[in-house]
Every structure is written in structure tokens, then in C-alpha cells.
T-cell receptor
Framework: GQNIDQPTEMTATEGAIVQINCTYQ??????LFWYQQHAGEAPTFLSY????GLEEKGRFSSFLSRSKGYSYLLLKELQMKDSASYLC???????????FGKGTMLLVSP | DGGITQSPKYLFRKEGQNVTLSCEQN?????MYWYRQDPGQGLRLIYY???????QKGDIAEGYSVSREKKESFPLTVTSAQKNPTAFYLC???????????FGSGTRLTVV
């Protein structure tokens, strides 16, 4: 079966750092994606991890541990525009489909 | 500019009517997908197609149908058999596994 867990909501202050965790159990795992989705809009790609370790891309970084079934998205120097839902998604290699978690709603306050 | 287009953005239908949601891409992607998003549920896979004239059921295919007659187009029909059709529908395409998806802007369907 497929199961992806991430916190429902998080709050943080402008300029701070926040870490959004994701745990997964999925057959045929072939990588982990993070997407950002603003209310009423389409998700947009943030990162992709297939090997263990940290991938850094500007203010955003993503980490993967395949042995632990664990990933996190790290957002630095938070801005008000970072208020959005962050979706963790596992790639099922055999089917080339993404299984999504329910998303973490991040609220950044002044 | 290349992209993926869903139309219309908002759609209202009466209960018992079939409705078709459009999805067109000019990215030359082989794979296309339909997801449904409900509050608190995340995105759930309805149907996907990895090549023209072929498609597979996703996790919640009951009450839906698709076709893939052209590479660029992957329309989704919501039939009267779908018990709770009101939702936000997202279409996506992908050139391959490691590239993830490009999403359309979505269609919000309301059945009254």
C-alpha cells in the first residue's frame, strides 16, 4: 500500500527557518518530490530527491533518507509569499505515478 | 510558450449529467495524469496515460472515464455514476519519471 504522512499545519515568522517533515511507506519507491501550492492554484515543483542526502536550491533545501522512509523540506529566510500548502509526493517507479500526502499548510506571519 | 491548459476554470452541472473536462498540453510530454483534490484529502489519482491510445486506472477511477486519442489531449469525463463529483480537478503531464509533473491550473467542478 501507499502511505504518506506530513503535518497538517505549521506556523512561522517572517525571516525564520521552518522544516516540514514527511514520512512515507510506498512500494516501488523511486524518488521524493516536494511541490508548493497556493490556494486555488496548481502545484509548482520545488525539489526532487532520489538519493540519500541534502539538495539545496536557494532558500529551499530538501533531504531524503531512503532507509528511514523520511524526507524534509527546509525553508530559510521565510517571506510572506511562502504562505502556502507544501505537498510531499512519492514516485512509484513501476507506474511512474506520484502518490501525494495531504499537504502541510504553512502560515508565515509578520 | 509551452504549457498545459485546462478549461473551463469553473464548471457547474446538475446532478445526473455527464461532464467532460478538457486538458491540452503542447510540451510534447508522453505521460498525462488526472488528479482530484478535496479539502483535507490531498491529491488522488483518477487515471493516467503513458502513451497515446493507452491509459490505466488510478486509485479512484470509479465514475470517471478518459480517452487519449492524441498526444496533446487527455479529456476526463465525470459520469453520473460518480457519487461525489464536486471537487478541484488537476491535469498534469510529464516527460519522464525524474522530471515530475507540470500541472494545469485546474477546473473547479460543482454539481448541484
Amino acid at each position: 500500500g501507499q502511505n504518506i504522512d506530513q503535518p497538517t499545519e505549521m506556523t512561522a515568522t517572517e525571516g525564520a527557518i521552518v522544516q516540514i517533515n514527511c514520512t512515507y511507506q510506498t512500494s516501488g519507491f523511486n524518488g521524493l518530490f516536494w511541490y508548493q501550492q497556493h490556494a486555488g492554484e496548481a502545484p509548482t515543483f520545488l525539489s526532487y530527491n532520489v538519493l540519500d542526502g541534502l539538495e539545496e536550491k536557494g532558500r529551499f533545501s530538501s533531504f531524503l533518507s531512503r532507509s528511514k522512509g523520511y524526507s524534509y523540506l527546509l525553508l530559510k529566510e521565510l517571506q510572506m509569499k511562502d504562505s502556502a500548502s507544501y505537498l510531499c509526493a512519492a514516485l512509484r517507479g513501476g507506474y511512474s505515478t506520484l502518490t501525494f500526502g495531504k499537504g502541510t499548510m504553512l502560515l508565515v506571519s509578520p | 510558450d509551452g504549457g498545459i491548459t485546462q478549461s473551463p476554470k469553473y464548471l457547474f452541472r446538475k446532478e445526473g449529467q455527464n461532464v467532460t473536462l478538457s486538458c491540452e498540453q503542447n510540451l510534447n510530454h508522453d505521460a498525462m495524469y488526472w488528479y482530484r483534490q478535496d479539502p483535507g484529502q490531498g491529491l488522488r489519482l483518477i487515471y493516467y496515460s503513458q502513451i497515446v491510445n493507452d491509459f490505466q486506472k488510478g486509485d479512484i477511477a470509479e465514475g470517471y472515464s478518459v480517452s487519449r486519442e492524441k498526444k496533446e489531449s487527455f479529456p476526463l469525463t465525470v459520469t453520473s455514476a460518480q457519487k461525489n463529483p464536486t471537487a478541484f480537478y488537476l491535469c498534469a503531464s510529464s516527460p519522464g519519471q525524474a522530471y515530475g509533473y507540470t500541472f494545469g491550473s485546474g477546473t473547479r467542478l460543482t454539481v448541484v
